[in-house]
């Protein structure tokens, strides 16, 4: 079957590429000319496990194009665009709409599909042939993006009757997964992404509420998550590591949508609220930290390990570092990212092509990505260098915290 999709950002190439390896002839179309050169010629954009090697891998099933009139013969089309969301987490649907109505004019007899993250209520006030739109949840993870959409735990998939058999072609594409697939109507699917989301905040919320308390009372953080996760009720796929808030923008966008829902509906908004400023305070707690044990420290070097907001991605969206360096006014800070290279030009900031180059520069260093490179960073160089203060929120050194304490480097962690 041919497959089309109409937006090439990071959710578009991943299902793109995971359709193409199931064996679909698939075309990906962009407004972006730039965009549709780099794909053809095999430019890899960003930083995605397993995702660039597929495209190249099966570049025989997959076309690029700008031209709609080139998904004239395709039966399915995927609306495959991530949303833009501004700084406070608001979605901004005008290009979703945009897309959408150019395809009404030009191949309006079209199956089309949004995995576009839209609020509820988008998918049915679309002026299209119903037995034809659909609306799929989309859970793709920046990291885990390809093999998540190449092997689903779930197909949820929003219909305008769902007591009603769905047409031929999206029955035969659908019918090659090996997983449940759950039929709804257009809203229920779009509140059940939304949904997801809310369950990851309040799971993330809860353990670095909880992990707050066990370090105030001197406790076992790794006891404590063993046990937890012993629980079936919570399991061992729970978000049990303290962190840094929410961050990658699609829990922030989830969490301005519910917010925004409930405003216009009537439902309380206290509890979504709460989250937002824990997320705040624990996206806080380096540089908080930080400016509690330095006050009379008068000049430090700074050093910043991680840029990226997750390991195995290069995505800077809503980023801790990025926070963490842009409330360090005119401080010197070196930084060392092992994907990131480059960030919007920031006075002071400093990039170095090693680890190693950065202790010797530093005077305070912060681990703000948990990326498994730095759990091999030689200890010896960072206990001889002039490095006295570490500041790890997701406790990459933490089995080094008394050697730390021998060597008189004070060590700070969530966990």
Same mark, same amino acid.
Request: hydrophobic share 35%; glycine share 6%.
């Given at each position: 079957m041919e497959i089309g999709f109409f937006g090439l950002s990071h959710l578009g190439l991943n299902y793109l590429a995971a359709n193409a390896s199931r064996?679909?002839?698939?075309?990906?179309?962009?407004?972006?000319?730039?965009?549709i050169k780099d794909l053809t010629s095999g430019k890899k954009l960003f930083k995605e496990p397993f995702l660039f090697e597929n495209l190249d891998k099966y570049k025989k099933n997959i076309r690029f194009t700008n031209n709609l009139k080139d998904l004239k013969k395709i039966k399915i089309i995927f609306i495959s665009s991530d949303v833009k969301t501004d700084s406070s987490g608001k979605s901004n649907l005008r290009?979703?709409?945009?897309?959408?109505?150019?395809?009404?004019?030009?191949?309006?007899?079209?199956?089309?599909?949004?995995?576009?993250?839209?609020n509820p209520g988008f998918t049915k006030d679309i002026v299209w042939n119903k037995d034809k739109l659909f609306y799929q949840?989309?859970?793709?993870?920046?990291?885990?993006?390809?093999?998540?959409?190449?092997?689903?735990?779930?197909?949820?998939?929003?219909?305008?009757?769902?007591?009603?058999?769905?047409? +031929?072609?999206?029955? =035969?594409? @659908?019918?090659?997964?090996?997983?449940? #697939?759950? !039929?709804?109507?257009?809203?229920?699917?779009? %509140?059940?992404?939304i949904s997801i989301n809310l369950y990851l905040i309040s799971s993330i919320t809860t353990t670095?509420?909880?992990?707050?308390?066990?370090?105030?009372?001197?406790?076992?953080?790794?006891?404590?998550?063993?046990?937890?996760?012993?629980?079936?009720?919570?399991?061992?796929?729970?978000?049990?590591?303290?962190?840094?808030?929410?961050?990658?923008?699609?829990?922030?966008?989830?969490?301005h949508n519910v917010m925004d829902?409930?405003?216009?509906?009537?439902?309380?908004?206290?509890?979504?609220?709460?989250?937002?400023?824990?997320?705040?305070?624990?996206? +806080?707690?380096?540089? =908080?930290? @930080?400016?509690?044990?330095?006050?009379? #420290?008068? !000049?430090?070097?700074?050093?910043?390990?991680? %840029?990226?907001?997750?390991?195995?991605t290069d995505s800077l969206k809503n980023s801790p570092?990025?926070?963490?360096?842009d409330k360090l006014k005119n401080k010197k800070i070196y930084v060392f990212d092992p994907v990131v290279k480059k960030i919007m030009k920031k006075k002071d900031v400093i990039f170095v092509n090693s680890i190693n180059k950065l202790f010797i520069e530093i005077d305070l260093l912060f681990i703000m990505t948990p990326?498994?490179?730095?759990?091999?960073?030689?200890?010896?160089?960072?206990?001889?260098?002039?490095?006295?203060?570490?500041?790890?929120?997701?406790?990459?050194?933490?089995?080094?915290?008394?050697?730390?304490?021998?060597?008189?480097?004070?060590?700070?962690?969530?966990i």
């Open positions: 064996g679909h002839k698939v075309i990906g179309c962009d407004r972006d000319n730039n965009l290009f979703i709409k945009r897309d959408i109505d150019s395809l009404r004019k030009a191949l309006p007899e079209k199956n089309l599909i949004i995995m576009s993250q839209v949840v989309e859970t793709l993870v920046f990291g885990d993006a390809f093999k998540r959409a190449l092997n689903p735990d779930r197909i949820i998939l929003g219909t305008h009757n769902p007591l009603k058999k769905i047409n +031929n072609d999206i029955k =035969s594409f @659908y019918s090659i997964f090996n997983c449940p #697939i759950i !039929k709804t109507d257009y809203s229920t699917a779009e %509140l059940i992404k670095n509420l909880i992990s707050q308390i066990v370090k105030k009372i001197g406790g076992c953080w790794g006891d404590l998550e063993n046990s937890l996760r012993l629980d079936k009720r919570i399991g061992k796929y729970a978000y049990l590591k303290p962190g840094l808030g929410i961050s990658g923008g699609n829990l922030e966008r989830d969490l829902i409930s405003k216009k509906k009537g439902v309380s908004t206290k509890l979504f609220k709460i989250w937002n400023e824990n997320s705040l305070h624990q996206k +806080n707690w380096a540089y =908080s930290t @930080y400016e509690a044990n330095t006050k009379k #420290i008068k !000049k430090l070097t700074l050093g910043v390990l991680g %840029l990226a907001y997750k390991e195995n570092a990025i926070h963490l360096i990326w498994k490179t730095f759990k091999n960073i030689d200890i010896n160089l960072l206990t001889r260098s002039k490095i006295k203060t570490i500041i790890d929120p997701y406790g990459i050194l933490i089995s080094q915290k008394e050697n730390f304490k021998i060597k008189k480097i004070k060590y700070f962690s969530l």
